[in-house]
């Protein structure tokens, strides 16, 4: 094992993707847009002239260009850089990737995978801070996938660029300095298979993205006090482990699940809403959600703290549901 930055271990599955398979080819040129992230994502797109491609802001021709040279046989990884861009390529992404296989009776395919960074990344405003992952998980035929880790980004971003099915890819620029171990050893991680990310006996928090670091830095404060929390991350909603989800929840009785979509229709309400229907009876207490605040992001900081799921609310939460108040 290595220890990598999380910007570092998805350049790295960049650079070995690119190496392995000639179908693949980059669409976008801001997969990290501060230095010196992007000069080292620069290096790359030296290596591959014909392969990295730096379009025109104009999101719905360039998804329609990745998803037409997808169902033609290539593997496109086209990055929209903010969440809220993917809604200017809607139709392409939800109306036509989407419903391509479906709709020819399974003779089309379009592996394409989009790229977006989602959430609140201090002072982005109500434009540059949406999490669309809630909409998106409401068009089938999309695999999402959200990794919280340096290991997580490296596998899924080769299970994502391996699948036949179009995949959106949900990074957090909170998460692209976080570090963590990498095996030396090429590891695809395959989708719908969730992990604990700490083992705990009171209470279950599942957590996504970039609040399952968040959720781990309470669970550290609260086992002090000496509450055991459990925290799981999905890793990918579409597929969902749900099977692995209520083992957990079987096993402390208490959930609660954490993450920055607004609550409102989000996917904490999707992942409660499961629950209740597969697991009420393995319930001991009423789900909690912690998530964003039904108002669009505003740009002072400290009114993005109030309305995020940040650590003072998280662990409110599970204090809430270990006591019944």
């Known amino acids: 094992m290595r220890e990598l ?22 669409i976008g040129g801001t997969f990290f847009s ?38 033609a046989g290539l593997r496109p990884i086209v990055d929209l850089s903010t969440g809220s861009f993917i809604f ?22 379009a592996p394409v995978v989009f790229h977006i960074f989602h959430g609140i990344r201090g002072g982005g405003a109500a434009q540059h801070s949406h999490s669309p992952q809630a909409m998106l998980w409401n068009a089938p035929g999309l695999e999402i996938v959200l ?5 997580d980004v490296k596998g899924l971003l080769k299970t994502a660029v391996s699948t036949d099915n179009p995949t ?10 976080v570090r963590g171990p990498v095996p030396e050893v090429d590891e695809a991680i395959p989708f719908g298979q ?17 609040m399952v670091q968040r959720s781990l830095l309470v669970a550290e404060r609260l086992a002090q ?19 692995n989800l209520l083992a957990s929840v079987e096993k402390t009785g208490k959930v609660v699940i954490v993450d920055e979509c607004h609550q409102s229709c989000g996917v904490a309400a999707e992942i409660a809403a499961r629950i209740a229907e597969e697991g009420f009876d393995r319930l001991k207490a009423p789900i909690r959600r912690v998530a964003t605040l039904d108002v669009p992001v505003p740009y002072s900081e400290p009114l993005e703290e109030f309305i995020s799921p940040s650590e003072s609310r998280i662990a409110a939460a599970i204090r809430s549901v270990l006591t019944g108040r």
């Open 225 to 243: 006090e000496g509450i055991q929390v459990e925290v799981v991350d999905p890793r990918t909603l579409v597929p969902l482990d749900l099977e």
């Open 168 to 177: 959106i890819f949900v990074d957090h620029v909170q998460l692209l300095e």
């Open 88 to 109: 200017e390529a809607w139709p392409q992404v939800v109306n036509e990737a989407a419903n391509a296989f479906y709709m020819s009776g399974g003779q089309t395919r």
């Open 147 to 151: 990794p919280s880790s340096p290991r």
């Open 34 to 71: 501060l230095s010196p992230r992007r000069r080292l994502f620069q290096e790359i797109a030296k290596a591959y002239p014909e392969r990295v491609i730096s379009p025109p802001i104009a999101e719905l021709g360039y998804c329609g260009l990745a998803t037409g040279a997808a169902m």
């Open 5 to 26: 930055a999380y910007y570092e271990a998805k350049l790295e599955a960049l650079r070995e993707i690119l190496a392995a398979d000639p179908r693949v080819h980059l």
């Open 194 to 210: 969730a992990e604990i990310k700490r083992a705990g006996g009171d209470v279950t928090v599942i957590a996504t993205s970039y």
